[in-house]
T-cell receptor, first 117, second 111 residues
Framework: GAVVSQHPSWVICKSGTSVKIECRSLDFQATTMFWYRQFPKQSLMLMATSNEGSKATYEQGVEKDKFLINHASLTLSTLTVTSAHPEDSSFYIC?????????????FGDGTRLSIL | GESVGLHLPTLSVQEGDNSIINCAYSNSASDYFIWYKQESGKGPQFIIDIRSNMDKRQGQRVTVLLNKTVKHLSLQIAATQPGDSAVYFCAENISGNKLVFGAGTILRVKS
């Protein structure tokens, strides 16, 4: 159980293009999902918390107009990188928690590798 | 010229030996900790977790130890196998169920 799916797994596109990444919880509902960014040989950095039915909460330094997040249902959050440029190239990973009492681990998708030419 | 970036610490162990991966966390108010394994090109995979009211928890071939006095977490892997080769991250749960990840440790298992 607790499977998180991300799509696409790999994107290559031209500078200036907007790219949408989907994150789905396949066998559970998630009112909260999280989006991370990871550079090569580095750790995961939280970008934003995606809240179902309301606005996302962005971490300091993350441009909300650049990284648009939509969490329209209990099983789907999307991250759109708008007008992407080469410096946006990275590995983007989402996660979700199974709702319940007490502490629950976040479960991660397999990431989306974004390459902007 | 040289690229500037972080160099993850590497632990090399012989197949069959035990591995111990260490992590220092930052926030004394953190109440929940998780170890994740990340293989190349994939997302982190949950291994084991521990709440702050415990100092040890065991899973299958893995044990997590928590020392709140010095804010230290460790992951012990028994009888390490080639399939255990990956990057291991500790994560601490801060407010709002947000996780802060450690820098990571590369585990290499030699056959």
């Amino acid at each position: 159980g607790a499977v998180v799916s991300q799509h696409p797994s790999w994107v290559i596109c031209k500078s200036g293009t907007s790219v949408k990444i989907e994150c789905r919880s396949l066998d559970f509902q998630a009112t909260t999902m999280f989006w991370y960014r990871q550079f090569p040989k580095q750790s995961l950095m939280l970008m934003a918390t995606s809240n179902e039915g309301s606005k996302a909460t962005y971490e300091q330094g993350v441009e909300k107009d650049k990284f648009l997040i939509n969490h329209a249902s209990l099983t789907l959050s999307t991250l759109t990188v708008t007008s992407a440029h080469p410096e946006d190239s990275s590995f983007y990973i989402c996660s979700a928690r199974v709702e319940g009492t007490g502490n629950q681990p976040q479960h991660f998708g397999d990431g989306t590798r974004l390459s902007i030419l | 010229g040289e690229s500037v970036g972080l160099h993850l610490p590497t632990l090399s162990v012989q197949e069959g030996d035990n591995s111990i991966i260490n992590c220092a966390y930052s926030n004394s108010a953190s109440d929940y900790f998780i170890w994740y394994k990340q293989e190349s090109g994939k997302g982190p995979q949950f291994i084991i977790d521990i709440r702050s009211n415990m100092d040890k928890r065991q899973g299958q071939r893995v044990t997590v130890l928590l020392n709140k006095t010095v804010k230290h977490l460790s992951l012990q892997i028994a009888a390490t196998q080639p399939g255990d080769s990956a990057v291991y991250f500790c994560a601490e749960n801060i407010s709002g169920n947000k996780l802060v990840f450690g820098a990571g440790t590369i585990l290499r298992v030699k056959s």
